[in-house]
């Protein structure tokens, strides 16, 4: 079982910076693709970036593309989102995953572990 668990999340003002962590609970954590996601009310779950089981390869969606990071820190069971640049529609829950497939999903349904998420506000 695989369990992840955000923390990071706050209120910001735009312009500003943010870092999400996800702390991952398992034996094999190294061995999973990872991703963020966020979700606001009212719309669907939108894919935010992924990264794969080395951290030699991202993936962004456009929205974020240039302003925001996704690493990893294997011996820390850790994935992190660097947020710079916030921006009041960046204004989400945002979620880690997980799978154990080599594919970074953009899709929802590519992954099997979920966090619990955590609150990001940019205030304009």
């Known amino acids: 079982q695989v369990q992840l668990v955000e923390s990071g999340g706050g209120l910001v003002q735009a312009g500003g910076s943010l870092r999400l962590s996800c702390a991952v609970s398992?034996?094999?954590?190294?061995?999973?693709?990872m991703g963020w996601f966020r979700q606001s009310p009212g719309k669907e779950r939108e894919f935010v970036a992924a990264?794969?089981?080395?951290?030699?390869?991202?993936y962004y969606a456009d929205s974020v593309k240039g302003r925001f990071t996704i690493s990893r820190d294997n011996a820390k069971n850790t994935v992190y989102l660097q947020m710079n640049s916030l921006k009041p529609e960046d204004t989400a829950v945002y979620l880690c995953?997980?799978?154990?497939?080599?594919?970074?999903?953009?899709?929802?349904?590519?992954?099997?572990?979920w966090g619990q998420g955590t609150q990001v506000t940019v205030s304009s």
């Open positions: 398992g034996r094999t954590y190294s061995s999973y693709t």
């Open positions: 990264i794969s089981r080395s951290g030699g390869g991202t």
């Open positions: 995953a997980a799978t154990p497939r080599s594919r970074m999903f953009e899709e929802d349904y590519g992954y099997d572990f």
